[in-house]
Antibody, heavy 123, light 106 residues
Framework: QLQLQESGPRLVKPSETLSLTCSVS??????????WGWIRQPPGKGLEWIGY???????YYNPSFNSRVAISIDTSQNQFSLSLHSVTAADTAVYYC???????????????WGRGTVVTVSS | DIQMTQSPSSLSASVGDRVTITCRAS??????LNWYQHKAGQAPKFLIY???SLQSGVPSRFSGSGSGTEFTLTISSLQPEDFATYYC?????????FGQGTKVEI
């Protein structure tokens, strides 16, 4: 059964870089059918798409992150990672990794998610 | 960015009730609308794609409808395991955007 599991520091200081990794088990991340990405939910707010990456390394980002974000992929480890630079308290959120269907247009969707990890930005 | 607005933000219902949640897009998105169910502490679950197509394994009491800018998610007979927060999401273009959620409570 395919599972996604987020890992990384739960507490990050302001102005530093938030780094998270998503480990994928049960299937290969080197599939042409999917993107692999990140979504977050700040406390009391809605879900916000951060970006996703294809197994080739091509990444797509939400412009609202103003180039602070980078997503990378390691197919040998079957995992992908998020780096969010220059964080502030506004980046405190639950961060989810997810899989996005890309091969069937009408089925473009985040079909699998991790349970999420809480990251707090505070000194 | 396309703004997604859900209503209501929360509702109270009983087991067996018929529940309808509305999602409106700030511009036309054709049928490119997905629905998700989220329970606290769990991974969100993908329910419906292309406005009305049920994802494999999702109970048939869930249904979706709509096109253009207005969409609905209906649960025909609410079950205890359906108490959760529901989100719509447009897949018409990027950045992908979500509604603010509708919490279905007992």
């Amino acid at each position: 059964q395919l599972q996604l599991q987020e890992s990384g520091p739960r507490l990050v200081k302001p102005s530093e870089t938030l780094s998270l990794t998503c480990s994928v088990s049960g299937d290969s991340i080197s599939s042409s059918s999917y993107y692999w990405g990140w979504i977050r939910q700040p406390p009391g707010k809605g879900l916000e798409w951060i970006g996703y990456i294809y197994y080739s390394g091509t990444a797509y980002y939400n412009p609202s992150f103003n180039s602070r974000v980078a997503i990378s992929i390691d197919t040998s480890q079957n995992q992908f990672s998020l780096s969010l630079h220059s964080v502030t308290a506004a980046d405190t959120a639950v961060y989810y990794c997810s899989r996005h269907i890309r091969e069937v247009r009408r089925k473009y969707a985040f079909d699998l998610w991790g349970r999420g990890t809480v990251v707090t930005v505070s000194s | 960015d396309i703004q997604m607005t859900q209503s209501p933000s929360s509702l109270s219902a009983s087991v067996g009730d018929r529940v309808t949640i509305t999602c409106r897009a700030s511009q036309t998105i054709s049928i490119y609308l997905n629905w998700y169910q989220h329970k606290a502490g769990q991974a969100p679950k993908f329910l419906i794609y292309a406005a009305s197509s049920l994802q494999s394994g999702v109970p048939s009491r869930f249904s979706g409808s709509g096109s253009g800018t207005e969409f609905t998610l209906t649960i025909s007979s609410l079950q205890p395991e359906d108490f959760a927060t529901y989100y719509c999401q447009q897949s018409y273009n990027t950045p992908h955007t979500f509604g603010q959620g509708t919490k279905v409570e007992i």
